[in-house]
């Protein structure tokens, strides 16, 4: 109430405010739900921006990823696992061609075929068939027939196959190591690319991280994605391991490669995150770009098991990412219509408001309509409203005042603002613009402000340097 208090008394002064007039008019509101938040991505496991920030403060690669990883060693990956990973590069191909850059060989079953320099190859499926064919100077060879088998198209030169159409993450023309796949997947080709894990690597890094960033920042993520990869080989496919997108964690191949990370990458090698000593099982080491302060616990975000090495932890240095705290268009600012149709929801919109874990990152959202009272989930909300994380609140905004007054009465403007953070009343009277801070009384944020009234006036609500609901006060 002190602070309510004085700002009482500022207005009264900025307003020459007198004694107080009734102001006989209709009155008129205007109301906004303002989403704001912080971060980028799911929020479990390694901030990127924050092993950043902590490897300029000085933490080592290995303090990066314990801190980020609770109860975990970093330590040499157990020996008798396996050597290569299988990545999906793009599925659906009607073909697909792959071009050599080098010698090589094509081969399906039993059948092979040798390969040049300049050879295309073209993969389709035809019927229940996989159809593999060289193509050399015009002329085309098919490699098998009648058969239904993977084909595969392996360069003698390690980087001496480029594909020649757009992958999930890489662009038609770029180059990989290893072999390139074609397997017959729901009656279209799939491509997938078989290399050893540090080659693989080599071609994650350098897009998970800019090349530019601090060492001990770009040897943290390399852990981080060689447990990932190791720990994601076998799962839920027989054909292939992993995305070559953020359903797992992007590899762009040879275009990727830089040697800033390639040297990150060969400077951990065959180092992994292991749960509770260095021959503990190998953790399952997710990562995403900002937290804006605090990652989450898996169990809060996926509502899954909660595991002992993805709790939530500070990280505090990520000031650098534009996402920290959102901006401008990642603020979204709706009316109560809006935000009801954004969110699919049956019934006449009321009201909608969000719980919140101990970590900050929001738990459910709370709406009501006309036809009762719904609790969505914070991530089908992110889904619904377009959201960088689920570390958001849904903030109310209103305002009210009379629709016209009389010149020089007194008129009551009230509303409700969220407790939090900063929101200002603007006041434009005569091409001159007043502002005052709001200070919200009880726990539904409601305010007031008398001004006396000089002419007409349009009032604005804003937080953050953006706009929200407005009305105008006509002078009489």
């Known amino acids: 109430m002190r602070n309510a208090g004085r700002i009482y008394r ?61 109860g975990t060693v970093v330590a040499p990956r157990p020996t008798d696992g396996p050597t290569d990973v299988r990545v999906l590069l793009q599925s659906y ?16 079953g039993s059948a092979t075929l040798p390969l040049v320099a300049g050879d295309t190859v073209e993969l389709r499926s035809a019927g229940l068939y996989l159809l593999a064919t060289r193509i050399h100077e015009g002329v085309r060879t098919n490699v098998a027939s009648g058969s239904a ?49 540090e080659s693989y690597l080599r071609g ?11 060492a001990e920042a770009l040897k943290a993520q390399a852990i981080a994605a060689r447990s990932y990869a190791l720990t994601g080989i076998g799962g839920d496919y027989d054909w292939f391991d992993l995305y070559s ?9 040879l275009a990727a490669e830089d040697p800033r990370t390639d040297a990150a990458v060969a400077a951990t090698d065959g180092l992994v995150a292991r749960v509770g000593s260095a021959t503990g099982e190998m953790a399952r080491t997710f990562f995403f770009s900002t937290s804006g302060g605090r990652t989450a616990g898996n169990d809060e975000v996926w509502g899954s098991a909660p595991y002992p090495y993805l709790r939530s932890v500070p990280s505090p240095y990520e000031q650098a990412s534009s996402y920290f705290v959102w ?32 970590s900050g990152y929001a738990k459910d959202v709370n709406v009501a309509t006309t036809a009762g009272p719904k609790v969505l989930s914070a ?23 009379p629709n016209a007054a009389a010149t020089g009465s007194i008129v009551k403007l009230t509303g409700r603002v969220p407790s939090a953070g900063i929101t200002s009343l603007l006041l434009r009277t005569n091409g001159v613009t007043r502002v005052v801070k709001l200070a919200p009384m009880g726990p539904l944020g409601a305010w007031v402000v008398r001004v006396k ?24």
């Open 10 to 70: 500022a207005a009264l002064c900025a307003f020459a405010l007198a004694t107080i007039v009734p102001a006989a008019a209709q009155a008129r509101s205007s109301a906004q739900y303002r989403i704001e938040g912080r971060g980028w991505g799911h929020g479990i496991g390694m901030s990127q921006y924050g092993a950043d920030g902590y490897a300029a403060h000085g933490l080592d690669a290995t303090g990066i990823v314990t801190h980020y990883f609770a």
């Open 93 to 108: 191909l009607a073909p697909a061609t792959v071009e050599l850059t080098s010698a090589g060989v094509l081969r399906q």
């Open 149 to 197: 088998a993977d084909a595969t198209v392996a360069p003698y030169v390690d980087g001496g196959v480029r594909i020649k159409f757009d992958a999930d993450y890489a662009h038609s023309g770029t180059s990989f190591r290893g072999t390139l796949t074609a397997h017959r997947f729901d009656g279209k080709v799939s491509v997938f690319n078989t290399l050893p894990i």
């Open 204 to 214: 994650v890094v350098g897009d998970e991280m800019s090349p530019s960033w601090h």
């Open 245 to 253: 997108d953020t359903r797992s964690q992007v590899y762009g191949g």
């Open 327 to 358: 901006k401008g268009s990642d603020v979204l600012r709706l009316t109560p219509a809006q935000l009801g149709a954004r969110l699919g929801l049956s019934g006449s919109f009321r009201t909608a408001s969000n719980t919140v874990f101990p």
């Open 379 to 401: 991530s089908s909300v992110q889904s619904r409203l377009g959201l960088r994380s689920t570390y958001f609140r849904i903030n109310y905004l209103s305002i009210g005042a």
């Open 453 to 476: 009234l000089t002419g007409a006036t349009t009032a604005t609500l804003t937080r953050a340097g953006a706009a929200g609901p407005a009305i105008a006060i006509a002078a009489t």
